[in-house]
């Protein structure tokens, strides 16, 4: 019983907490102390939900006692009855008990004395006269109503278990209706259990690739690099040209579309030859929706909280909200939004309209991007500890230096033109093993600061005590010193850098810092949460002002190339729920995107892009603009072709199935799909049992409140052409297949085990 309540406390106060199920099988993620942070802040929850339970369970313990006991009765007089013929056949003849009474003194005893004699004398017991029969007995005989009101619920009980028996046998073997049926006690045995079962998934119309490429795979011998010094300890990410291990090939990747042989956008032409990047800046939006960069008037999150007024929002929270962006409508470009600006400056760059996480967990969302693969398909972050199958940026500027010094015959160059890669946050870097990634992602230590390091004795700007505002993090500001740094010395040493930087401010549980003013934007407190998000989206945009203004002072604004990508959003405005963690909703994985440089025409792209993406267009874009020296570029024109993704400063290439894949938060269960050539098509593909199948034309639901679901493909695949077609169904089916191979493909590049 104890078993039980816990396991339905913690369910029902995590899906009130969280907004989605539980799944047991990441609880081990629990042994990770901020992790355990996180689940306390769900503590109040948790304590409401157990005394509700409580309280329930006292107010019908006696009618649940009473209805399974009926059920007892009905089982156990059966058993009891076969138990007493075998017992007078093969036993022993009962004493009589009568002679046992006899020293009763039957003038004396009472008339319920009496009674139980005879009862007990009775040859066998009678069905009705169990304890719930029994119960608050009248000494007098009962009348005919009191016996049919005992025996009633007999029938309907036998009735109720009849058929609750004959719909077990007759019941479609529809996955969701097995897994509905399954007591609360077990779902944890069977989370645990679930497998991936996309090997298994029939064919119904035959479409896409079916099983035809089981066996092809894109891991091959890598391919000698002339630059690539071999002379030297294996260089990280290079390893497998050392060790002559398979590795990913783009020749060999059947699933591969480019478009590097595409000339350059319209706009583009005869533009980048102006520039000179020497300094890149990969600036990561925390939670950030593609919507609120800038924030959009008579938007989905405006009529939101107008909703909640009576007359339409008031006065200052319209101010407030149109005054929330500016940065962002800088840097997009973008002044569509519905407000008045006296000014419309334009910082110049390629702002992405539809643009797609590859991974909506924060640490799959930076593999992703910084390294331009797809992340590993598993719970959470196991991909610093499995192999990375593909150089990351910081990898490629790293080799580009050792490049350069064979080049140059010595074994050590100078700090002039050498990369160097820094990643900063202010956030907790232990958080499942958050460093360790970015290691393992070619950040040297010295380069890599946290808040660990923030708040030691060895910080270089002094040891920050400022208190956290959520469960990661303090504010951004104590960063400010860092990145000035940064920049003041590749100025003095004249060397080029790579700083990543991922924002924290707007992160779960979206609180500001003390020192700004909080304006609550809802009428009540249903909307709150969302709320305190916006608040926080203003602060972040203010913070992205400062960076800017670092740039300005240095002097190195001309010369940086600054890449802004929201990690993931949240679906507070479609579905109310604060967390990407099995939420596959479009307001989490459509995030902005902007290629920044104030010397670049400021134009809007609406095709459907994706964040594996961008590392091949870095380093088109060093490409196009001369950025590199003869040797780097030789490096660069190798490495360039051998990504997945296209370039973003070059029509996309769509003329087949350019399929997008985004890891759902935490890895493992489920992923979301897109085609370049219908981008409106949103697709769920489950990797293991138990997740449903989802598919939302975000044309005609483009919050996705009404998508078509179902736990079994077939019954998916039915439901879609009922609703959009057979030729939707069929893409559908050809998505699947190819989601099939790629859960597959990745798993071997990551060399990981399903």
């Known amino acids: 019983m104890t078993y039980n309540t816990i396991i339905c406390t913690v369910s029902v106060s995590f899906y009130l907490v969280s907004g989605s199920e539980i799944h047991w099988r990441n609880i081990g993620f629990m042994a990770d102390p901020t992790a355990q942070a996180i689940i306390l802040s769900g503590l109040t929850a948790f304590i409401g939900v157990f005394c509700v339970c409580a309280c329930l369970s006292a107010l019908l313990q006696v009618a649940c006692y009473s209805l399974f006991g009926w059920g007892g009765d009905l089982v156990n007089w059966p058993i009891t009855f076969i138990c007493r013929r075998l017992g007078h056949r093969f036993g022993y003849d009962p004493l009589s008990q009568r002679d046992d009474l006899s020293w009763l003194d039957i003038e004396s005893t009472s008339h319920q004395d009496k009674e139980f004699k005879g009862k007990f004398n009775s040859p066998s017991t009678s069905l009705l006269s169990s304890p719930r029969s029994s119960r608050g007995g009248s000494p007098v005989r009962r009348s005919k109503l009191g016996r049919f009101l005992r025996i009633l619920p007999y029938p309907i009980v036998t009735l109720l278990l009849t058929a609750l028996f004959i719909l077990t046998f007759i019941r479609p073997k529809d996955p969701s209706l097995i897994f509905l049926s399954w007591t609360t006690g077990l779902l944890p045995f069977i989370d645990f259990a679930s497998s991936p079962f996309l090997d298994n998934i029939p064919s119904v119309f035959g479409k896409g690739v079916q099983r035809s490429w089981d066996e092809r795979t894109a891991l091959v011998q890598p391919t000698r690099f002339n630059w690539l010094p071999m002379d030297i300890p294996a260089l990280e990410g290079f390893k497998d040209w050392y060790l002559q291990e398979p590795h990913y090939s783009a020749k060999s990747d059947p699933m591969r579309v480019s478009n590097l042989d595409e000339p350059l956008r319209d706009s583009l032409r005869g533009k980048l030859q102006e520039l000179n990047i020497r300094h890149i800046v990969m600036f990561f939006l925390e939670s950030t929706r593609n919507d609120v960069f800038p924030i959009k008037k008579n938007g989905l999150i405006w009529n939101r909280f107008a909703d909640t007024f009576p007359h339409g929002l008031p006065q200052d929270i319209q101010e407030k909200l149109a005054n929330l962006t500016p940065t962002a409508n800088f840097i997009t470009g973008d002044y569509s939004d519905g407000f008045e600006h006296a000014n419309r400056p334009k910082r110049g760059g390629i702002h992405f309209t539809n643009a797609h996480t590859s991974g909506t967990y924060t640490l799959k969302s930076l593999t992703g991007t910084i390294c331009g693969i797809a992340p590993l398909a598993a719970d959470f972050n196991l991909d610093y500890s499995h192999h990375i199958y593909q150089p990351c940026l910081p990898h490629i500027f790293n080799a580009l230096n050792k490049a350069e010094e064979k080049q140059a015959g010595i074994k050590e160059t100078s700090q002039k033109d050498k990369w160097k890669s820094y990643f900063f946050q202010a956030a907790k870097l232990d958080y499942d093993s958050h460093g360790a990634l970015m290691s393992a992602m070619g950040f040297p230590d010295e380069g890599i600061i946290g808040q660990e390091y923030l708040r030691s004795a060895n910080a270089k700007h002094g040891a920050v005590t400022l208190e956290n505002i959520n469960d990661f993090a303090f504010e951004e500001d104590p960063l400010e010193d860092y990145i000035t740094d940064v920049f003041k010395n590749a100025t003095t040493e004249n060397n080029r850098v790579f700083l990543s930087h991922i924002t924290s401010t707007s992160h779960h549980r979206f609180h500001l810092p003390k020192t700004e003013k909080y ?212 893409w559908a089916e050809e998505g699947a297949f190819m989601t099939r191979w790629f859960v597959k493909e990745n798993s071997k590049r990551w060399r990981f085990d399903l």
């Not at 459907?608 to 196009?624: F, K, M, N, R």
């Not at 020296?629 to 990504?643: G, P, V």
């Not at 979301?672 to 697709?683: A, K, N, Q, V």
């Open 519 to 730: 304006t609550p934007m809802a009428n009540g407190g249903h909307l709150e949460m969302m709320s305190r998000y916006i608040n926080t989206i203003g602060y972040e945009d203010r913070w992205i002002r400062k960076v800017l203004d670092i740039l300005d002072k240095q002097g190195v604004t001309n010369e940086t190339l600054v890449i802004f990508q929201g990690d993931h959003g949240v679906s507070l405005p479609e579905n109310d729920i604060a967390s990407p963690y099995y939420n596959p909703n479009i307001g989490v994985e459509h995030v902005p995107l902007v290629l920044s440089h104030p010397q670049l025409p400021a134009f809007d792209v609406d095709e459907a892009v994706h964040a594996t993406q961008i590392l091949p267009t870095i380093l088109d874009i060093l490409l196009e603009t001369g950025s590199l020296s003869k040797t780097s570029r030789r490096a660069a024109e190798d490495l360039i072709r051998n990504y997945e993704g296209q370039s973003l400063i070059r029509p996309l290439a769509t003329g087949e199935g350019q399929w997008q894949f985004t890891i759902t938060n935490p890895g493992r269960a489920m992923l979301s799909i897109r085609d370049g050539r219908y981008p409106e098509r949103h697709l769920v593909v489950p990797i293991i049992e138990n997740v449903a199948w989802k598919l939302a034309d975000l044309t005609k639901d483009p919050h996705e409140h009404s998508p078509v679901q179902a736990l079994d493909f077939k019954s998916f695949l039915q439901a879609i052409e009922q609703r959009y077609g057979r030729e939707v169904a069929e």
